[in-house]
């Protein structure tokens, strides 16, 4: 029996220290190994930015999850994936991430819904949220709300990349 999309319940909260190895066991089942973040630079983005590192769930169970940090330019660069800026004026998302098993049922589009009130309603001072997708998922993002910046200057992994941005200004 297929789930409803809108039907869904999917709540949003920051994650612990105790779930970072199984965001990092998703994280490296979700991405080729020259994208996926490690567990260091995972950890490193949960300790400089708890509030932007939110776990997706679903009937108490961990689905998913975004993580993000802040950064003072408004394109997302290379850098800003290897860095927090407190209080830089863009939020850039690094991981938008689906339990292999659960996916096609809505459960990114609604944690990116969550997770850009949590930032309109929980970071102060923000003028924009930004990410790269590869052109395939570009849909998937202004489903959520984004606008297609065009191609992006990252280099990272083989595909070239999109910028996507909400602007909060
Ligand atoms: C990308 C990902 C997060 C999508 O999660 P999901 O919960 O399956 O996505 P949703 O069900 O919310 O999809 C909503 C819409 O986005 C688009 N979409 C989602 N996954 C897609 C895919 N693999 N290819 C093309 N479009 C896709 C579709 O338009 C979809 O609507 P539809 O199912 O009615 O066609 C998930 O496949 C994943 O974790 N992938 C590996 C990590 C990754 O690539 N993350 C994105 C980094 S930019």
């Known amino acids: 029996m297929s789930i409803e999309k ?10 612990s220290n105790f779930e970072i190895s199984s965001i990092f066991s998703m994280e490296s089942d979700s991405y080729p190994a020259d994208e996926a973040a490690s567990f260091d630079m995972l ?10 590192f939110l776990g997706g769930y679903m009937h108490g ?15 997302l660069t290379h850098e800003s994936m ?25 459960i990114a589009l609604q944690m990116l819904k969550l997770f850009i009130e949590n930032v309109k309603s929980e970071q102060a001072n923000v003028t924009g ?4 997708c590869k052109s395939n998922l570009i849909p998937l993002y202004t489903k959520a709300g984004f606008e297609l ?16 941005k909400i602007s909060l200004t």
């Not at 983005?45 to 932007?52: F, G, N, S, T, V």
């Not at 949220?129 to 790269?132: A, M, P, Q, R, T």
């Not at 910046?149 to 996507?164: A, C, I, T």
């Open 82 to 106: 290897n860095m927090h800026i407190p209080n830089g004026e863009s939020v850039c998302i690094h991981s938008v991430v689906v339990k292999r098993n659960q996916r096609r049922k809505g």
């Open 43 to 52: 950890t490193y983005r949960h300790k400089e930015a708890p509030d932007l």
């Open 6 to 15: 809108s039907t869904l319940d999917i709540s949003m909260k920051e994650i």
């Open 149 to 164: 910046v065009g191609k992006s200057h990252v280099v990272h992994g083989k595909d070239p990349w999109y910028e996507l």
């Open 61 to 75: 169970n961990l689905v998913g999850f975004i993580c993000a940090t802040r950064y003072h330019g408004k394109e």
């Open 129 to 132: 949220i930004l990410l790269i």
